[in-house]
């Protein structure tokens, strides 16, 4: 069997069969020492580590493979800083599986540190989620979320949407919770999972994707469009039956729904479907608390207080059950701790008599030797690392000079397109103006034509120059760039034009792509208004606080006659591009309906990369 097909096997089997996964790591391992046998080794600890402490939750088997890699490591089998990091990565794991979860931080940073000037993604891509995964262990979120960001940019660089869309979705279920700030992230994952899924047509997420989307709504105190997911995300369990599915959750919430709703009736029914469809016993004590908690508010609407009281106490046992666990858990956790630190404390008690028995002229002459080898290594290491250090900033120097280039042949060919396609058309437009009005100069809306033409090669040319000045890369000018062209363009159509800034700080830098498609799609947007609402009034909103950039367009005209958030079926008035510009950039366009059902709303959001 190739190593690609044991490698995707064991990461399809490892958490339901562990116990073949061994033998699996064993014939890869094989496979691999025919090339390189120190990182074949060392990959194979590292799956053991992994294998023992957080799958089988054995960290003492797990020690035993730790060790052999730090041997490996003193014996100078693993120079390069990227096989050091991976030992101290795996040292990581193996303290995440014992749950000492600081020194787990701690080692996952060393080995972040050691991969500062390495490009491996995967291994990048493991530690930053661990970190994420351990700053959340640990009730710090914000870190938390921090780390996940560094997280999904480096899942993004190995190219598998359908992996991006599952860690967008658990970023959504692991923030969605915490404080305002990181919960508008969360909600930001959540909104790029749909759009990866929906493009995709990743059906097997369409369930879970549809679960968290009821569950936002939900708490925004939107139950129409709570209940409508949470449906849909039932419909799509039972056309496409799952082991991992979870139809209580989605059921959960649409009998809270109908409670609330007075809608008895149609509770009691999905409920009873709810209690003969599924298995309430391998429900998790949480769901089954909610489940006896809505039974017994269902049951009290109903008048049925015999069953509301028999559903009260089981809910209050569950209750009771739950603190219960959670104070095992505690005692236990605390124990386990106590006794690793005893056997911690004996073991480096004994290794410490061994030393002392040792002969004084053996460990004279091991030092003298040691010392020797130390000052060749020394002089060796500094002679092999200014010869890497000048190959380095070559290659960084060459790199550099190549980025340069190509970004100077993206620009010039940039403005050669924008100069044929925009100031090429109007000259031609012009020009022949010009030549009519002197075949026929006693008519003079010839001349009028020029004069518009002219103005408009005017203007095409002030935005090409100033999205070619550096300086102009910052808050003020693209905010002050913008209202400008608003206010003059719509004083010429006579609509009112009201604006508003927050803007903590004007002087923020902002790329200049970045800066440039956003004018664009502000202006497509405005052209929009002008050209097609019959609005008389118009306002921008201007946002900007923690490197999020944010505008929202509203007009009083007669609003977009199509479905929700749906780009797709707005070709006629430019949408697409300003949806694929914004896109680009990895922000959101949402239009929606204006307050009262009048006139149409644009809200665009953005992350500023600095």
Avoid at 552 to 575: C, F, Q, W
Wanted: aromatic fraction near 10%; charge should be neutral; glycine fraction near 2%.
């Amino acid at each position: 069997m190739a190593k690609d097909s044991l490698v995707r096997k064991i990461f399809e089997i490892r958490y339901n069969e562990p116990d073949q996964v061994p033998s699996l790591l064993e014939q890869v391992r094989r496979i691999e020492q025919k090339y390189d046998p120190a990182i074949a080794n060392q990959n194979y600890y590292s799956s053991q580590v992994f294998l023992l402490s957080n799958i089988k939750k054995n960290p003492d088997s797990a020690r035993m493979f730790l060790d052999s890699q730090f041997l490996m490591l003193k014996r100078g089998e693993l120079d390069a800083d990227n096989l050091k990091a991976k030992t101290a990565f795996s040292k990581a794991i193996y303290f995440q599986g014992s749950e000492r979860y600081d020194s787990a931080v701690n080692n996952a940073l060393s080995a972040l540190d050691l991969l500062q000037h390495t490009t491996d993604s995967a291994l990048l891509y493991n530690i930053y989620g661990t970190i994420s995964d351990l700053y959340a262990y640990q009730g710090n979120l914000k870190k938390a979320s921090e780390y996940y960001k560094y997280f999904i940019r480096q899942a993004l660089q190995l190219k598998n949407p359908a992996r991006d869309a599952v860690i967008l979705l658990n970023g959504y279920c692991r923030f969605a919770e915490a404080s305002d700030s990181i919960k508008n992230i969360a909600t930001t994952y959540l909104f790029a999972a749909k759009h990866a899924v929906d493009s995709l047509h990743l059906d097997g997420l369409k369930p879970i994707l549809y679960t968290n989307l009821a569950s936002y709504y939900y708490d925004k105190q939107q139950s129409d469009s709570g209940r409508l997911y949470a449906q849909l995300s039932i419909k799509e369990m039972e056309e496409h039956p799952s082991p991992n599915n979870q139809p209580e959750l989605s059921c959960l919430m649409l009998i809270n729904h109908y409670i609330k709703q007075d809608q008895t009736d149609s509770a009691a029914l999905l409920l009873q479907q709810l209690l003969t469809s599924t298995d309430t016993a391998k429900y998790f004590r949480r769901d089954l608390r909610t489940y006896y908690k809505y039974a017994y508010l269902l049951a009290k609407k109903q008048h049925r207080l015999e069953h509301a009281v028999a559903y009260q106490e089981r809910y209050a046992a569950l209750t009771d059950e739950m603190h219960q666990a959670e104070n095992n858990k505690l005692l236990l956790d605390y124990e386990a701790k106590m006794t690793y630190m005893a056997n911690e404390l004996e073991i480096k008690s004994k290794e410490y008599d061994m030393k002392r028995q040792k002969n004084y002229v053996i460990f004279s002459t091991i030092i003298t030797i040691l010392m020797f080898g130390f000052t060749i290594s020394i002089l060796y290491y500094k002679k092999k690392k200014r010869v890497i250090e000048q190959q380095y900033w070559m290659q960084l120097q060459m790199r550099r000079d190549s980025e340069y280039r190509n970004r100077l042949w993206e620009e010039r060919n940039r403005i050669s397109r924008e100069m044929h396609d925009d100031l090429g058309s109007t000259l031609t437009s012009t020009l022949m103006a010009v030549e009519i009005a002197e075949q026929f100069p006693e008519q003079k809306e010839h001349l009028n034509i020029v004069k518009e033409r002219s103005q408009s090669l005017h203007q095409q040319i002030n935005e090409i120059i100033w999205n070619l000045n550096v300086q102009n890369d910052n808050l003020r000018s693209l905010n002050h760039y913008m209202i400008r062209f608003a206010k003059n363009f719509l004083e010429q159509a006579g609509i009112e034009f009201i604006w508003e800034e927050q803007v903590s700080d004007e002087d923020t830098v902002i790329q200049s792509f970045q800066r440039r498609a956003l004018y664009l799609s502000f202006k497509e947007i405005i052209h929009n208004i002008v050209k097609h609402s019959m609005a008389t009034k118009v306002v921008l909103e201007i946002n900007c606080a923690d490197k999020m950039y944010y505008f929202a367009v509203s007009d009083n005209g007669i609003g977009l006659k199509r479905k929700k958030n749906s780009p797709e079926s707005s070709h006629g008035y430019g949408m697409t591009n300003i949806h694929r510009n914004i896109s680009n950039l990895y922000g959101t366009v949402n239009w929606t309906d204006g307050a009262n059902g009048i006139g149409t709303r644009v809200e665009v959001r953005i992350e500023m990369l600095t």
